[in-house]
């Protein structure tokens, strides 16, 4: 096949002859490199010799097919503006994709809530599906298609795939805002996928009059007494499972029977008061007795840490208790609206933010009225 002066896609598919091929002198420095393979196939990379510095270097531009002539020249283009504008193009092959998420992770993680679990989440993508397919590509390389082939792995998963298509899309803007590269391909990416179909999942949830019969099977269980405690006051409150495994002595007024929950550990970002109901005061009130100071109200009996949330989800299975953690939360929500709760005071009873308009103005957090109310939930579930 004759050389031409330029590389042509057809010329690209179709060349099975060893060599380098230069994409003439309009090229900035392009070429296709050739080989044949031990088992008799051609192997074809794309490379560019360009100064950096006054020096002669090379950088790899990925392989063909996968890198299409017109990306190439696309990536060539780019490298050569990079020098024009003083920077050194080699930096953007230098950060895998892998180590900008990691970057991405530490830049957020002093905005998550110490008991959430949305590091877990990213680590846990990083590990599972980014290390296997992407990880190790520079972030400058990757291609829309390339997030296709990461999205294939989750899409069976609606919430999964569009939390990774998300955490993705944030990285690619972490690079361009370094200057990594040029744009994020995730929505073109996403774009190529089927379309998602919503389903809702909802945290598994007992009836209201089931709930007395599984405390009193949590209650008589063999579990550790903290574990049972937790679980028990997370019904009572109506809070949230994090809140209550990471629950510290100096939160707590037993005098007053107030439960007053930081900022730095609710999830609205604001200081909350629990009032806390008869049976919750004696529950706790017992547990003072096996911690002291403003040590965790209840430890992991086996680390002495805050318990992991995946307690709460071994004793329900164990007992067969067809209820999430979470759940527990809806249980109540369901008690409120069958018993004629009204809408504000149920909502503020979970710690449900107001907004627009009505938040500006609703100032009062109904402590005293949420008080009788969660006396009336005590009675019913004890």
């Not at 050569?80 to 998420?101: I, K, L, N, S």
């Not at 949305?118 to 298609?145: C, F, K, P, Y």
């Not at 004696?282 to 086996?302: E, Y």
Request: glycine content about 6%.
């Amino acid at each position: 096949m004759q050389r031409p002066k330029i590389l042509t896609a057809a010329f690209v598919r179709t060349i099975n002859r060893a060599g380098r091929y230069g994409d003439g002198r309009g090229g900035h420095g392009l070429s296709l490199l050739v080989k044949e393979t031990a088992n008799g196939r051609w192997s074809k990379t794309w490379a560019q010799r360009i100064r950096v510095g006054g020096r002669a270097v090379s950088l790899g531009l990925g392989s063909y097919p996968a890198v299409s002539l017109a990306l190439a020249r696309e990536r060539a283009l780019a490298n050569r503006q990079a020098v024009e504008q003083g920077r050194d193009p080699r930096r953007r092959h230098a950060v895998t994709f892998a180590e900008a998420m990691a970057a991405v992770i530490d830049l957020h993680r002093p905005n998550w809530k110490p008991t959430s679990n949305t590091e877990q989440q990213w680590r846990s993508l990083l590990a599972n599906h980014i290390d296997a397919t992407i990880g190790t590509m520079g972030v400058a390389e990757v291609t829309a298609a390339d997030v296709v082939a990461v999205l294939d792995r989750v899409w069976d998963r609606p919430e999964l795939a569009r939390r990774t298509a998300r955490r993705i899309s944030t990285t690619m803007k972490w690079a361009m805002g370094r200057g990594l590269r040029d744009n994020d391909p995730t929505a073109a990416a996403v774009a190529a996928m089927p379309k998602l179909r919503h389903h809702p999942n909802h945290h598994r949830a007992l009836h209201h009059s089931d709930l007395p019969d599984a405390l009193t099977k949590i209650r008589t269980s063999a579990a550790a007494a903290a574990t049972k405690s937790a679980l028990e006051l997370l019904a009572l409150t109506a809070t949230r499972p994090g809140e209550v495994r990471n629950a510290r002595w100096g939160e707590f007024d037993l005098d007053t029977a107030v439960w007053t929950i930081p900022a730095a550990r609710y999830k609205t970002g604001t200081q909350f008061r629990v009032p806390l109901n008869t049976r919750a005061v004696a529950l706790l009130t017992q547990a003072r007795n096996l911690t002291h100071g403003d040590a965790l109200v209840f430890p992991s009996p086996i680390t002495g840490r805050a318990m992991s949330e995946n307690t709460y989800v071994k004793l329900l299975k164990d007992l067969d208790i067809a209820t999430s953690a979470h759940g527990l939360r809806a249980t109540f929500r369901s008690w409120c609206s069958d018993t004629g709760v009204p809408r504000d005071l149920a909502e503020m009873a979970l710690g449900h933010a107001v907004r627009g308009v009505e938040g500006a103005y609703a100032r009062s957090d109904m402590l005293e009225r949420r008080r009788t109310l969660m006396q009336q939930w005590n009675d019913h579930i004890t």
